[in-house]
Each structure stands twice: as structure tokens, then as C-alpha cells.
């Protein structure tokens, strides 16, 4: 597992952690790293803020946090980015 390098957290919106399933032997985390970019170049546009993200190379999974009023925020911020729309989307909260 490998991951990104964090952002941090605003506090005034709430959490998401999405799942993309790319397939084992489909992800490597330098395309990884470059979509990751994509997804700051447009977050502002959908009032999103990526905290970080994990990258399973063999599983071919990748986890992504973000900070969004909505979940649909995140796969709009995904979609112009790069087109990858995660698969499962999870809004959630940090513990303690």
C-alpha cells in the first residue's frame, strides 16, 4: 500500500473516503500521483479539498479522502479530472 501526500483538513465540510477498483495489474502509483494532481487542478471548481490518498498496486484499489459538502461533489471532481469514477463512495468521520 502506498500513499499520497497529505493536505490538510478544513474541518467545515464532511469526510469522504472513495474506492476505485481498477483490477489487479490496472494501477501504479505514479499514474496514481498524476490523476491525484489532476484532482487538485479542478477540486476548487466542485468546492472539494483532497486530504490524501492510498494506492493498493496489486489489488489494483485506490482510496481517496476528501473533504466535500456532498458526495457528488467528489465524483464530479473526479470525473473532469480524469474520468475515474470510484465504485463505492463512503461519507465518514474521524475518530479520535
Known sequence: ???GSAAALTGNK???L?????GAGNVTAEAV???HKKDLAVQGKYDVN???YWVDEKAGVI???SEANSAESVVGTHK???GLI???IHNVKQGE
Request: glycine fraction near 0%; charge should be negative.
Open 18 to 22: 472513495d474506492i476505485h477498483k481498477l
Open 33 to 35: 500521483a498524476d490523476a
Open 14 to 16: 464532511k469526510l469522504f
Open 1 to 3: 500500500m502506498t500513499d
Open 80 to 82: 473532469e479530472a480524469h
Open 63 to 65: 482510496m481517496c479522502l
Open 50 to 52: 483532497f486530504i490524501n
Open 86 to 88: 470510484p465504485v463505492e
